[in-house]
């Protein structure tokens, strides 16, 4: 085979797991580089132009709801504890894993979260569903490990304009702080999962050195975490701005060990994913009914929601175990109470008009 330089950045990395997944076609004609090691077939280096998702045995991707947290932190209307328990236990019925439950900042700064030990406490826990919490602090730490967590969130920013209106100081001390946090929680025996938020913009300080990202992100795995979360705290980013950011990540760790968080300001949400799986992303966050913003982040909207998450990815043939008319029934249950519709387009498209999951799985990826 003829090898010749490739014409566009990136180059995306496939391994040879998802080769054989069948996740991953390239189209011939296409081609600028490809290098596959012949021995193990474990790596080949494609222009993300040339990749294309076919998705037929794809992977299960994973599912970090984050409404009840980033969605609901950002509502005016305080929501009860027991509003926000059902929702919960509405997301598991719905099938969804990872349901990030509660925060345990100040309730000076944000006065919606602060029952957080209530939440918790009461919350009725389905087997295998994870229940993370997100943690600002040594004392955030401390209330939350006496409701019996399992895995807690820290969230340093990407840029020093936002950590300054989010948690009163530098990166560099928020790092530091977050640093106790992580190092108790590992511990304890307790899952840390790391945040970096304002990844590719910030309100503040306007565009960030996909550098500056990569750095705090190494940082992160250095701490313990498990994973770490690129949050587009603003949700500025573009397909574009997403894969240049990739391309500085997965410099510095495995595209497995990453999450995408959308916020869905400009609506590029759904195109910022397709970008991202092309590096091979595992894990995504949404929210339900696409709630969500932060208090202290000028312009922020609400996630990418899960019910188009959860279309989209049916589309594309992914199963994601989740139950989409159940998802819809959550969506609308929250919805309602806020008294907004919701800011899904599919959960508004779907209406009443499916009582069947699997009708709903045929016609996302037009199966006939
Ligand atoms: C970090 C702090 C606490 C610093 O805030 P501070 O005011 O600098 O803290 P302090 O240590 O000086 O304490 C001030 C008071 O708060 C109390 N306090 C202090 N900590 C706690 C605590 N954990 N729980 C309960 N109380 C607490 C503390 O005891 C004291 O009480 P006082 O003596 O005045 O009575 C504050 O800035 C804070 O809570 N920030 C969090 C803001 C927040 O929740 N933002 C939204 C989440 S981030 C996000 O949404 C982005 C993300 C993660 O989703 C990713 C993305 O979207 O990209």
Redesign the pocket.
Known sequence: MNITEPKYPPKIIVTGDLIKSGLYICIPENINKVKIDDKTKDVALFTAENVYNTSSAVPELRIYE?GAR?GL?NESKFVPTDIKIELIHKLAAAGIKNIESA????????EQ?SDGTEVMKNLKRTSGVNYPV????L??YE?AKKCNIEEI?I?PAGSEGFSQK????SVEEGLKRFKLVADQAVKDGIRVRG?V???LGCPYDGPISPKTIARITEELFSMGCYEV?L???IGVGTAGSVRKLMKEIVAVTTPDKLAL?F?DTYGQGLSNLLAGLEFGIKTVDSSISGL?G????RG?SG?LATEDLVYFLYGLGVNTNVDLVKLVEAGRYISNFLAKPPASKVNLALGDRFKNHEDIIKMAACTV
């Open positions: 984050v980033d932190q925060s345990f900042v100040s309730p000076k700064w944000v979260m997100l943690i600002p602090n004392k955030g209330t969130a969230f989010n948690l009163n100081c945040y938020s304002c990844v979360s949050g587009d705290t968080h916020h969500g932060c208090p202290f982040a922020a996630n």
